[in-house]
């Protein structure tokens, strides 16, 4: 097999959107768990002290989180099928990839700092995906077009082609 088929079977195992999840941002991740014949959800609450290879399908987090005093570190595949969701409840001011550094520390001295961002906007990746696709299908323009405009041209597109004569669509 080539590279570029294995790349191709590697992008169909892919999810459509996943939410954009960075190093120091607290997360919750909803897994699935098999127990004999069923299945049921878990979720797993802690501070990503790593992102690995975020645009392959073998993308993978590192989640810590501190249980009864001990600290409990947990890998997730992203665009694994038994991960259901993942949802950032906080982001924090870091400036590292990998924050190993937190697993010597507790306390105060573990604490980040917390930064301002939209949560529902990060939380929703389909929205994302539908903004990027559109910015790149429109021709980029100096000038910004207001709402109005944008739903002028649209109304005037669709008349002009519905009233072109048949002679002029057939060339």
């Known amino acids: 097999m080539?590279?570029?088929?294995l790349k191709k079977i590697g992008d169909a195992?892919?999810?459509p959107a996943v939410v954009d999840v960075r190093s120091g941002d607290t997360v919750r991740v909803t897994q699935k768990i098999k127990e004999g014949e069923k299945f049921r959800s878990q979720v797993f609450e802690g501070v990503?002290?790593?992102t690995d290879r975020k645009n392959s399908h073998t993308a993978r987090i590192t989640v810590r989180k501190v249980t009864s005093g001990v600290g409990v570190e947990k890998s997730f595949l992203i665009h694994s099928p038994l991960v259901e969701k993942i949802e950032i409840t906080r982001r924090a001011k870091v400036r590292r990839k990998n924050l190993s550094f937190l697993r010597e520390?507790?306390?105060k001295s573990a604490r980040l700092t917390n930064k301002a961002f939209d949560r529902a906007a990060v939380n929703n990746p389909e929205a994302a995906v539908v903004e990027e696709e559109v910015a790149a299908s429109e021709p980029v323009t100096d000038a910004q077009p207001t709402e109005e405009t944008v739903v002028e041209a649209a109304t005037t597109e669709s008349t002009e082609t519905s009233e072109a004569p048949a002679s002029e669509t057939a060339e």
């Not at 080539?2 to 088929?5: I, K, M, P, Q, R």
Request: charged content about 40%.
């Open 2 to 5: 080539s590279f570029t088929d």
């Open 13 to 15: 195992q892919k999810k």
């Open 48 to 50: 990503v002290i790593r």
């Open 105 to 107: 520390r507790s306390g």
